[in-house]
């Protein structure tokens, strides 16, 4: 695997953490760069931190971060596996949904991140999170209902990439019905790494 300039890495991060570019970085408490190994051969990437990644500069630490870190154990994966981030750095207000100027103003950050961690697989988790991938790889866009679990690939400068959709772990703290297709969305992240990460 390609080494990373601890430099470069720490200094992304750092401009994230002072980023003034939008609205959100008023109330924020700490903005939410991401953790894990870098590089790093898979990419996870949710939408935006809630309250408890607000309040701990870490991102999902609440509930969905409980509900991930157990996904990612039933596929033998830990956390320390895996890099985790998401489209936008600052908790929108309410946790409401980012607007399409903070997730411009975001984009150019998350754009750096997998340059520098160079992923071959990126699990896009959620709607939002997936229509980002959709616009930065050429995937036709749909609704996470039917995109969901399925393979798509795209282009980097460093090579193919692949994209999987799921659902946004917190989905199943009020829809308790779609855990059985979350599960199964990460055993095919699984059959995805088990092919192409010999």
Known sequence: MIEVDDS?????????????????????????????????RVLLVGEAPGEREDELGRPFVGRAGVILTELLSSIGLSRDDVYITSIIKCRPPKNRDPKDDETA??????????ALLRPSVIVSMGRLSTREMC???GIREGRISDMHGRVFTGQ?????IYIIPVYHPA?????????????????RLRELLDTILV
Request: proline share 10%; charged share 20%; net charge neutral.
């Open 8 to 40: 470069t890495y720490q200094e992304l991060n750092q401009e994230i953490i002072t980023c003034v570019k939008c609205r959100l970085s008023v109330g924020r408490t700490h903005a939410v760069p991401g953790e894990g190994p870098v590089p790093a």
């Open 156 to 160: 980097t400068p460093y090579g193919l």
């Open 171 to 187: 989905v199943i703290t009020h829809n308790p019905n779609l855990r059985p297709a979350l599960s199964d969305d990460f055993l």
């Open 135 to 137: 616009h930065r790889f």
């Open 105 to 114: 103003a975001c984009s150019p950050y998350l754009d750096r991140q997998i």
